[in-house]
C-alpha cells in the first residue's frame, strides 16, 4: 500500500507523541499536504540547501527533520535570502517537511534514550520528567468478560508503566442497577432492582490515548449502559522527558569513558572537563544543547554529563560543583537518533503493510570543523 504523508506522521506521533514536546517548540509539519502520497522519505536533523538537493537527487518527497525549520514566525518570504528561498524552492519542488523535535529527544526511544543506550549505560532514569498527563480509567465488568476487557484495554495501549505494559487490577464486588423502561439489560430485567457481583478494573493510560482506549474499552464490555470513570492523576512519566542518567556496568576513568563517547558517537573531537584519572561510575546525558542540565545531573549523583553546546559559564560552574563533563556536539549527540527513527518507522510500516522506503541522510550537517 502507498503511503500518504499523514500516515507516516502519524507513525512518528506514536513513537513521539506531540504532548511531549515543550511548549516553545515547534514540531509536526512545517510545510506541504499531508494527504501527498510519499514513496521514499529522507531523515536529517536540520533542512539546508544540500538536504533539499539530496531529497530531490533520491527522490524522497518527504523530509523528516530533528529541528524545525519554520521556528519564529515569517513575516515575509523573499527569494533573495534564507530562509525565504530555501521555503520557496521546497514548495515548488512539493517537498513536504515534518519535524520532531523536543517530543522526539523526550520520547521513551528518542534521542536521549538512544544516546544513554549507545554509551552503555545500565539502570537508565529520565533525569526531567515530561510533563506528560495520566488518568486512571475504572470499569465494573461481570466476572466472565472481565478478561476480555483487560485485553481489549491492554491491546489499546493502557497500563503501560516503564518498561512493564498490560498492568490492571481486579476487585471483585457487588454492583446494584436498576433497568429502567425500554432497557435491554446483559442481566436482569426492566423495573427489578438487580445485584449482581461484578469486577471493579483499573489501569492506567496517558490522557491523549483515553478516546481509543475507552472506545476499545466499550467495544469488549457486554453492557448496555457502561459504568465507568476516568480520574486524572498526579504521575510523573517514569520513562519520558528530557535527559538520561544511567551507571557503567564498570567503572571507568574519564580517560577511558572519553575514549567509549569518541568510538560510539563516531566523533573525531570533543571538548572535555575534569580530571582524566577520576573514575566515572555515574554518568547523566542530554542530546542537544544540554548545559543548563548540569544541577539536574548533579543532584541525580553522576559523575559526568554527557551533553551539547557547554558554554564557558556552565563549564566553570560543573567544575566548581564537582562535575565533569563532555561535550560532545549538539550535532554529534543528537544524529544518533536518526537510525533509531528509521527502524521505528520501517517496523510501523511493515506492520500496517506500507511501502515506504527511509533513507537516513548522507550530508554531513556538522557546521564546525576541528582544527588540529
Ligand atoms: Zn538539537
Redesign the pocket.
Known amino acids: 500500500m502507498q503511503a500518504r504523508c499523514g500516515l507516516i506522521f502519524e507513525l512518528i506521533e506514536q513513537f513521539s507523541p506531540l504532548d511531549l514536546a515543550e511548549e516553545w517548540d515547534n514540531c509536526g509539519i512545517q510545510v506541504g499536504d499531508p494527504n501527498r502520497p510519499v514513496d521514499r522519505v529522507l531523515l536529517a536533523l536540520d533542512m539546508d540547501e544540500e538536504v533539499l538537493l539530496e531529497a530531490l537527487d533520491r527522490g524522497a518527497g518527504l523530509v523528516v527533520t530533528?529541528?524545525p525549520f519554520i521556528f519564529k514566525g515569517i513575516r515575509q518570504i523573499r527569494e533573495d535570502r534564507q530562509p525565504g528561498k530555501l521555503l520557496a524552492e521546497i514548495i515548488r519542488a512539493g517537498i513536504t517537511v515534518y519535524s520532531a523535535h523536543t517530543n522526539l529527544d523526550s520520547a521513551r526511544g528518542g534521542v536521549n534514550a538512544v544516546l544513554a543506550e549507545r554509551l552503555g549505560l545500565t539502570g537508565i532514569r529520565v533525569l526531567r520528567p515530561s510533563n506528560e498527563k495520566y488518568l486512571k480509567l475504572v470499569v465494573f465488568v461481570p466476572p466472565e468478560r472481565a478478561e476480555a476487557v483487560r485485553e481489549a484495554l491492554a491491546g489499546a495501549g493502557a497500563g503501560s508503566i516503564g518498561n512493564y505494559s498490560d498492568c490492571s487490577f481486579m476487585l471483585k464486588g457487588t454492583g446494584a442497577f436498576l433497568p429502567l423502561e425500554g432497557t435491554n439489560p446483559y442481566t436482569g430485567s426492566a423495573g427489578k432492582l438487580e445485584r449482581v457481583e461484578e469486577i471493579r478494573l483499573e489501569t492506567i493510560i496517558p490522557a491523549r490515548m483515553a478516546g481509543s482506549a475507552v472506545k476499545a474499552m466499550l467495544a469488549a464490555h457486554p453492557y448496555e449502559e457502561v459504568a465507568y470513570d476516568l480520574y486524572p492523576l498526579e504521575n510523573k512519566a517514569a520513562d519520558s522527558g528530557l535527559g538520561r542518567v544511567g551507571r557503567l556496568k564498570k567503572a571507568l576513568t574519564l580517560e577511558q569513558f572519553t575514549a567509549r563517547v569518541k568510538e560510539s558517537l563516531d566523533l573525531r573531537a570533543i571538548r572535555r572537563g575534569g580530571s582524566g584519572s577520576r573514575q566515572i561510575s555515574t554518568v547523566a546525558v542530554c542530546g542537544?544543547?544540554g548545559g543548563d542540565f548540569w544541577p539536574l545531573a548533579q543532584s541525580a549523583g553522576a559523575d559526568l554529563l554527557v551533553t551539547g553546546d557547554i558554554g564557558y559559564h556552565a563549564a566553570r560552574d560543573m567544575l566548581a560543583a564537582g562535575l565533569s563533563f563532555i561535550d560532545a556536539g549538539?550535532y554529534g549527540t543528537?544524529r544518533v537518533v536518526l537510525e533509531a527513527l528509521a527502524g521505528y518507522l520501517g517496523e510501523g510500516c511493515r506492520k500496517k503493510g506500507i511501502d515506504l522506503d527511509i533513507v537516513v541522510s548522507g550530508v554531513n550537517g556538522e557546521p564546525f570543523e576541528y582544527i588540529y
Do not use: F
Open positions: 530533528h529541528h542537544g544543547s549538539h543528537e
